[in-house]
């Protein structure tokens, strides 16, 4: 199964990301199947071949949750953000 995940680059403190179409069970640093652009969390910019990704979600590819998010904010999905870090609400012990 096909996963649009983030491919960590640049140097120590530094982190930038790529944003690449990968098996989903695969290594993160390993060979990617597509490119679809890039993240910089330290400037927030975000840039995103939409065309690509919307191809590649046709052909099955799930993006995960971050890439999901990073997809609604730049416009390429027209879907509400997934809550990352929610914490599961415990069942209170009788």
Same mark, same amino acid.
């Given at each position: ?6 491919? =960590?680059?640049?140097?120590?403190? #530094? /982190? ?7 098996? $989903? =069970?695969?290594?993160? #640093? ?12 330290? +400037?927030?910019?975000?840039?995103? %071949?939409?065309? !690509?990704?919307? %191809? ?5 590819? #799930? ?9 609604? =904010? +730049? ?7 997934? /809550?990352?870090?929610? $914490?599961?609400?415990?069942? !209170? $012990? $009788?």
């Amino acid at each position: 199964m096909l996963a649009i995940k983030l491919k =960590r680059v640049g140097k120590k403190g #530094q /982190a930038t990301f790529r944003v690449v179409v990968n098996e $989903k =069970r695969s290594k993160v #640093q390993g060979k990617f199947n597509d490119d679809l652009g890039w993240y910089n969390p330290h +400037t927030n910019e975000v840039k995103l %071949d939409a065309v !690509k990704a919307a %191809d590649w979600m046709k052909k099955g590819a #799930q993006p995960t949750e971050t890439v999901h998010n990073l997809l609604v =904010r +730049t416009g390429a999905i027209k879907e509400h953000k997934v /809550a990352l870090h929610v $914490k599961p609400v415990k069942a !209170k $012990k $009788k």
